[in-house]
């Protein structure tokens, strides 16, 4: 993975010099700031491969700081941190467009699996191509590569693998897949899905890339672990 | 001021006096006023006879003479209740005819206007008697003419009858008045006092005042008064405890950081050890942080906004890559059986009892266990439940395991025990109810919120 520069913008000193170290220790570039204000400034001059902010600061707060930054059309992936768990505060969050957050207290290998994997998101996308580990998809021309060799795919087996790399290690409800996939009206049982899955499985799973079923509830695309890049499991908190 | 036990009974003590009063001389005056003219009029009959009487008596050369012919006197003496006696005594008191022994005219009394009245006893009967003075023959003749008091009693009684019966039913209806007005003056006082034992402890929203009666009305006011103290009160534990969850877990996030930051170091093994240690007492003082700050949410005072729908399948679904995730991490297939429950409720809340189960399920869960997450009707009630195939819950601690603080001697993990009494207070905010039993096939532990149905939720 790419290294990034990454900002925080935490009002605790110390909170904030450990998110630094252990995000320095991940090989990303790291500038801290103690205030909304100053975080807007800095995001103006500077290019962020991320933003990790914490909504309870002095002066202007962290939602106004986000709310501010969508404004101005950046398209930093930020990342929230909320002492308020209450759910409005989440749902506020992502609503003015938090691409993720965490819970204060968190523990610090989740905050870096997050990071990780907002990253790779924002990175898996460059143009009009989504990579995940050995696999490709050129969304215009309509062609799939794994490990260089072009792949065979059915029109459902494509859109199907769409929905799973956009939700890459996040779970995608078999719903969701069915409403993505279903075209104009069509009914499709969520057994179809599961054979579109086993299908998709049959043609990834030699190349390392694993499609986990949730079970009741639909599929997850794992972090692909193939390359020897080295990982932080999320551990319980 | 005195103890009033009942308002009633003291109504009916400071009527009843005033009005048994009333009524005893009511009665007293009708019995005598009624009596007196039926009873004159059975005298003037005794007088008609005394001097239908007199003109039987014949003066001859000085000597009194009395004839009645014996159809005559039966026919005087013929009463249907009663009978009639008489004496005729000549102006020399020598009794000339009857009966000599009807009792005399009382000492002292004298007869005016020729007429006098008395009772007496003749022949062990109570009798009336009325003696006349009368003319006869230059002198006067004392003609007594008694009767015994049979129709006199008869008649009294139906007075008594006629005038005490009604008065004793007036003053039953009265006091039946004064029984029921009072039930019924005081029933929008029973409605209030029905209004305020029906809510519940939570419940601090003020009383409406304009539904109270006008006399009630200062006592509504003084206990809104007090609930909106208490409403007050609570706001400020509420702020309080806010800013103390955030005051607290900045610096703990902090200790957390640090410690698994310097355990990224390469460190001697002794330090490890209590680095790790260290570690994990940050770790669980955080979540024991956020569950007292969950605990303290659910006090009584926080009343769930009944007006809020909550989708329980919702709760699950949103917070399902969490749980995946974490079950993962312990290798343990975390699955859901997800259909629509709808409840009123308050959101945060649930998903903090949710999330218990769902921690605890994880917890007590060995590597390559299952857990699974399942919302729905059953029984048509709305439900949120966890099943695990872990140890399970003895039935005997099913009960114990809700109390604060509370850890099953023995069990694994690092609980604080607070996560169960948790859910129960949540569950107690919904009016729902918290049940433990075996999961399938007996094995493990399946922790069931049953709620209210929308219908019977809505107040």
Redesign the interface.
């Known amino acids: 993975m790419r290294s990034v520069r990454i900002l925080i913008v935490e009002d605790?000193a110390?909170?904030a010099?450990?998110?630094a170290?252990?995000l320095q220790?991940d090989g990303h570039a790291v500038d801290t700031m103690k205030s909304g204000e100053q975080a807007l400034v800095a995001t103006g001059l500077e290019h962020f491969g991320l933003v990790i902010l914490d909504i309870?600061l002095p002066g202007i707060d962290g939602f106004e700081v986000l709310r501010r930054l969508r404004s101005t059309d950046h398209r930093v992936p930020v990342l929230v941190l909320t002492?308020?768990?209450?759910?409005?505060d989440r749902v506020h969050g992502l609503d003015v467009g938090a691409d993720d957050y965490m819970v204060?207290?968190?523990?610090?290998?989740e905050l870096v699996a997050r990071v990780r994997a907002l990253l790779r998101r924002a990175q898996a996308r460059t143009g009009p191509k989504i990579t995940h580990g050995p696999l490709t998809l050129d969304t215009v021309a309509r062609r799939a590569y794994l490990g260089g060799q072009p792949l065979d795919l059915a029109g459902r087996e494509w859109a199907v693998l769409e929905v799973l790399l956009a939700r890459v290690e996040?779970?995608a409800?078999k719903e969701s897949i069915i409403q993505s996939v279903a075209s104009w009206g069509e009914e499709l049982s969520p057994n179809a899905i599961e054979v579109y899955v086993s299908r998709l499985r049959a043609k990834l799973e030699p190349a390392g890339i694993r499609i986990?079923t949730?079970?009741?509830?639909g599929y997850?695309l794992e972090e692909f672990k193939g390359t020897g890049e080295p990982s932080l499991?999320?551990?319980?908190? | 001021m005195r103890a009033v036990s009942s308002l009633r009974v003291h109504l009916l003590r400071l009527l009843l006096p005033p009005v048994a009063l009333l009524l005893g001389i009511g009665a007293v005056a009708a019995y005598f006023l009624s009596l007196e003219p039926a009873s004159d009029a059975y005298d003037q009959a005794l007088v008609d006879i005394g001097l239908a009487l007199r003109e039987r008596v014949r003066v001859s050369s000085g000597s009194y003479t009395f004839d009645l012919p014996g159809a005559a006197e039966r026919a005087l003496r013929t009463d249907q209740f009663d009978t009639i006696y008489y004496s005729v005594r000549a102006p020399d008191g020598a009794a000339i005819a009857g009966d000599p022994e009807l009792p005399a005219i009382p000492a002292g009394r004298t007869a005016e206007n020729g007429v006098l009245a008395y009772d007496g006893l003749y022949r062990q009967q109570r009798v009336r008697v009325m003696a006349m003075l009368l003319p006869c023959d230059g002198g006067s003749c004392t003609i007594y003419v008694a009767e015994t008091t049979r129709k006199r009693t008869a008649l009294a009684r139906t007075i008594v009858l006629s005038s005490v019966v009604p008065a004793l039913l007036t003053a039953l209806l009265a006091l039946s008045i004064v029984w029921f007005g009072v039930k019924r003056g005081l029933a929008p006082l029973e409605a209030l006092s029905a209004e305020i034992r029906a809510r519940s402890a939570r419940d601090l929203r003020p009383i409406d005042v304009a539904h109270s009666p006008d006399e009630a009305k200062p006592l509504v006011q003084g206990l809104n008064q007090l609930l909106g103290q208490v409403t007050e009160a609570n706001r400020n534990q509420q702020r309080f405890l806010?800013n103390a969850?955030?005051q607290l877990?900045?610096?703990?996030?902090?200790?957390?950081?640090?410690t698994?930051?310097a355990l990224?170091h390469p460190v001697p093994d002794a330090v490890r050890g209590q680095l790790e240690q260290v570690h994990g007492a940050?770790?669980r003082t955080?979540?024991l942080a956020?569950q007292l700050l969950a605990l303290a949410r659910v006090e009584p005072g926080r009343k769930p906004d009944a007006s809020a729908r909550v989708n329980l399948r919702r709760i699950a679904?949103e917070s399902?890559?969490e749980w995946?995730?974490?079950a993962?991490?312990?290798d343990i297939?975390?699955?859901?059986?997800?259909a629509d429950a709808e409840i009123t409720g308050e959101?945060?809340l649930l998903?903090e009892a949710y999330g218990n189960l769902a921690h605890n399920a994880?917890e007590y869960t060995s590597r390559g266990g299952h857990v699974?997450a399942r919302t729905g009707i059953r029984n048509g009630r709305p439900i949120l439940e966890i099943e695990d195939d872990g140890p399970g819950i003895p039935a005997a601690e099913r009960e114990r395991v809700l109390e604060r603080f509370y850890r099953i001697p023995g069990s694994p993990g690092s609980g604080s025990g607070l996560g169960l009494a948790i859910v129960r207070e949540i569950a107690l905010a919904h009016g729902a109810e918290l049940l433990f039993d075996a999961g399938a096939d007996g094995r493990g532990c399946r922790a069931t919120l049953a709620f209210l149905p929308l219908s019977q939720a809505s107040p």
């Open positions: 605790d110390s909170l010099a450990g998110v170290q252990i220790g309870g002492a308020r768990d209450q759910l409005e204060k207290p968190f523990a610090m290998p996040r779970i409800s986990r949730v079970r009741g509830f997850m499991a999320p551990q319980e908190s | 806010t969850a955030h877990r900045t610096p703990l996030a902090g200790l957390q950081a640090h698994e930051l990224t940050a770790v955080a979540r956020s679904e399902a890559d995946v995730r974490r993962l991490a312990k297939d975390f699955g859901f059986e997800l959101e945060f998903r994880l699974t």
